[in-house]
């Protein structure tokens, strides 16, 4: 998720997470909260902003090439190779003409359905970040903190030290970098897949239907909310 804050860089605390914390470093941690991640942060941030951030991204996946999409799906590289030079944004186009439009109206609608479920989330979100704050500042350094948040510039940056994160300028710059990424990513899954081959070289195979039990296949089928006899039918 999009809210990361300096706390990802700090190492773990080392005290256990159920550990009593000092009530005045809560107290302090509090208020440092209610300057960085306000009520209604998240319903501000769907309010337009992210949906915002979110169209350049997936403008830049439907500028991905088919090559690349099928290779980041694990498609071997010779039948890769036979595959068009298009884009996915090209496939669309074909398949559905209206496919910007209809994007746009799904994500109009999706936006306030996750504001609300956000904000009810946002509450345990805030307490939360109020005990890590709490864990890795001192009562000291938090009270220092909240007395720059408490100033005109520090109020300035407070309010958007979430929100920040889905500015244009960051948004474009992560947009840019995709492809590279991807070509990365990419570039190492042949390494990467030789490590996990060789990491998991001792353990079991993965089991098909015809080795399991007749209370696994049944406990499967029930799992799954399908008849025990299409499974039958789609493991053969």
Known sequence: MMLAT???ALPAA???????IDPARLASAKVTVDFIFPTGTYAKMMDGTLQSALGPIMDATGSMSVQQIALAAGVK???????GKGTLADIMKIL???YKQRMDATMGAMMPAMAKVMSDFEPGMREGLTRAYAR???KTQLDDMNRFFATPSGA???SNAMLIQLDPEVMTRMTEAMPKVLQGVLGAMPDIMKQVEAKTAGLPKPRKYADLTPAERTQLATLLGVPEKDLRKAAK
């Not at 080392?14 to 009593?20: G, I, L, V």
């Not at 590289?77 to 595959?83: A, G, N, R």
């Open 77 to 83: 590289p010779e039948d890769v190779s036979k595959l």
């Open 156 to 158: 300035a940056y407070a």
């Open 96 to 98: 559905d003409p209206a």
């Open 6 to 8: 300096p706390l990802a």
């Open 14 to 20: 080392a005290q256990p997470a159920n550990e009593q």
């Open 136 to 138: 890795h500042f001192d």
